[in-house]
Nanobody, 126 residues
């Protein structure tokens, strides 16, 4: 059984930083495409960042140069470093992984992912 567990969310002032973690069991991240998504109240879940098994990354424009996705294979954990946070970054953040092996396609749509974490709340105050 695959489980993804996010952590690291919290309350931060605008301009601050947070690092989210996504730890996996039952699925090896080094062979997977792993994405971060977020969902604000009353809005649809939106793509934030993705890393393929080769280490290729892609970001939504609104977080480009502020957020960084990374992976620690030894810990089977993916991170989302978030800097220069803005109030509009407030949302529940979810990590997701696919079940395909060695796919180098940067998936940006929620239905393309097979496994999801429970989410972690990020609140940025102005």
């Amino acid at each position: 059984q695959v489980q993804l567990v996010e952590s690291g969310g919290g309350l931060v002032q605008a301009g601050g930083s947070l690092r989210l973690s996504c730890a996996a069991s039952g699925r090896t991240f080094r062979t997977a495409t792993v994405g971060w998504f977020r969902q604000a109240p009353g809005k649809e879940r939106e793509f934030v960042a993705v890393m393929t098994w080769t280490g290729s990354t892609y970001y939504v424009e609104s977080v480009n140069r502020r957020f960084t996705i990374s992976r620690d294979n030894a810990k089977n954990t993916v991170y989302l470093q978030m800097n220069s946070l803005k109030p509009e970054d407030t949302a529940v953040y979810y990590c997701a992984a696919d079940k395909a092996l060695y796919s180098d396609y940067a998936k940006v749509e929620p239905p393309e992912y097979d496994y999801w974490g429970q989410g972690t709340q990020v609140t940025v105050s102005s």
